[in-house]
């Protein structure tokens, strides 16, 4: 891979504020603030993914005003933080980044809460997207679909436009159990993985195409911004003008040239705590365990605690979570149950 | 029922200190003297059970003296605390109680960690004792064994004495399953469940002649004691000479005159989790639930938390018990495997 002349501006984006890891996460303490797949956090692997200063330069983040603690600690890997006053969906924060970029510079965007096991293979997808996104399309990285999930989208793969880069066919939305065994048995299907790669310009361009309302609002909220050093304010009042959107909806489904990089890079959005135990590193008992845990003749657990000591005997296949004074037990392949939990009651 | 002329002077002993009930239960806080199977402690609840100033007179406790604070609280309704400056097990803990009573007082000894759910029974068992006691006998009481437990010693019952009342044929160590099965098929097996009944004076000339070490040293013990108010604290280096060996041993399986009343009382030694599920108050899923706890989807499952919230969705059947910051965590029916969490690592 040889290095671009003009480097790649990595926009993270870490709006999440989600309770599918409840007790751990929670709307002020997000996921990818936590050291959950490992001992960093997921945003500062991240951050750490897009570090190679010949391929990137020093990256945007966009975040929730409340998550500022969260994000001052790598004040010195970043250009800009963007603090959204309020959460309006991914089109108008990532429109927020492009304002404030040279025109032509080539944007990447991605989540701050998902891990990528094979970081070669994401810079591998990234260098194949470039050439496209210098003649100003617009760039979808489509996971390998390992399986038919019903919880994320997918794209299907058109043309070939160039070797490993297509056409996007069409987008389509978390689909019903059926669908999504017939789109994993066709081949030409990937998941959206949220992560996207276009020039600033472009991508304004396409949203004033089939979002003015949104980059109205956006243009507003920026241009009567407050800074502070690296930190970006954007004028509430404007930004709670724009409506909620998706860069999905707002733009990639509507505009015409727009391209899908498939990549297969060990990708999770760590979605649950099932998830993380596909994720952790496990015993000879197939046991994942974090913290002060005691397990005896017990087998593929996931056990994990930050405090509280928790001693088990002859328990199989349970996720245990152990954060301040909340335990919370659910057999694996439940874990889903935990969002009626994190609601309080 | 009619009252006796002298009543009879109960004897609560309560130097356990075991850790089957781990992690609520510990050397410093031991099960008697915690809320488990009511919102009273056992310990309360064996106090209260001779409470009835018609047949009993002021309780002596032979306690701990390192369970003092735990005992403080009941001091208007106790005659006497005999405060153990070390463990040497029933026989010199009783002689110490023994030596404080008026020569031919009638002792009814029993433990304070037992729950006794059929009070008018126990007080029936007694009064069929009464008449045996005040002739010399020691009486000893035969729970009506319900299943072939290997945790408990048998007592034997032989020729009958009065009405419910046999001679002791012989008394029984704790068996394997195959001898508990074949005791249970007998019909003439009772569990020695560790409570008895005789005159002070008749203890006491059983222990010269079957025991006279012990005799000696709890006589030692009690002459060079110091008295604080209601609190007995015998000597230390005297009580310290006593062998650590249980009434049983030293008198019981040894003396002439010796009887067992059978009696069936709901009689429980909630000697393990398990068995406290079993005396606990169930919901419409079989769970039995204290303190701050959420289940979904459960059944049958022992959930105990002092404070750390629990909150489980979809598991059955398990016995989760939270106290400060311990969790333990295991199946029903398994709930011995505490003893290797208790010892600490």
Chains 1, 2 share one sequence.
């Not at 108008?92 to 990528?116: C, E, K, N, Q, R």
């Not at 002859?314 to 004074?325: P, R």
């Amino acid at each position: 891979v040889s290095p671009d002349p003009k480097p790649i501006i990595p926009v993270i984006l870490s709006g999440g504020a989600g309770t599918r890891l409840w007790p751990m996460s929670m709307p002020d303490r997000p996921k990818q603030f936590l050291p959950l797949v490992s001992d960093q956090s997921m945003f500062a692997e991240t951050l750490a993914r897009v570090g190679d200063a010949r391929r990137f330069g020093p990256a945007i983040v966009v975040a929730n005003v409340g998550h500022r603690p969260h994000v001052e600690g790598s004040l010195d890997q970043l250009a800009r933080i963007i603090l959204e006053p309020c959460a309006r969906n991914t089109a108008p924060a990532i429109a927020l980044a492009a304002m404030g970029l040279a025109g032509d510079g080539a944007m990447l965007v991605m989540p701050s809460d998902h891990v990528i096991a094979d970081v070669a293979a994401f810079h591998d997808a990234i260098a194949r997207a470039a050439p496209l996104v210098a003649a100003g399309w617009l760039v979808t990285f489509g996971i390998a679909a390992s399986a038919p999930e019903t919880g994320y989208g997918y794209i299907q793969m058109g043309e070939t436009l160039a070797e490993g880069v297509n056409r996007v066919a069409r987008f389509v939305e978390k689909p019903d159990a059926e669908r999504a065994s017939q789109m994993i048995a066709s081949g030409d299907h990937v998941w959206n993985g949220g992560i996207f790669m276009f020039r600033a310009d472009a991508f304004l361009a396409a949203l004033e195409i089939h979002a003015p309302d949104i980059l109205a609002a956006s243009q507003a909220a920026f241009d009567k911004a407050v800074i502070e050093g690296a930190y970006l304010l954007p004028d509430a009042g404007a930004f709670a003008q724009s409506p909620p959107i998706s860069i999905d909806y707002a733009v990639m489904e509507k505009a015409d040239k727009v391209a899908v990089v498939p990549v297969d890079m060990g990708w999770s959005d760590v979605g649950s705590w099932d998830a993380l135990y596909g994720l952790a590193a496990h015993d000879a008992d197939s046991n994942a365990i974090t913290g002060p845990v005691r397990l005896s003749a017990s087998s593929g657990n996931l056990v994990r605690s930050n405090g509280i000591r928790i001693s088990a005997h002859g328990i199989d296949n349970l996720i245990i979570i152990a954060d301040g004074d909340e335990v919370m037990i659910v057999p694996r392949g439940q874990s889903q149950a935990v969002k009626d939990f994190a609601g309080g009651k």
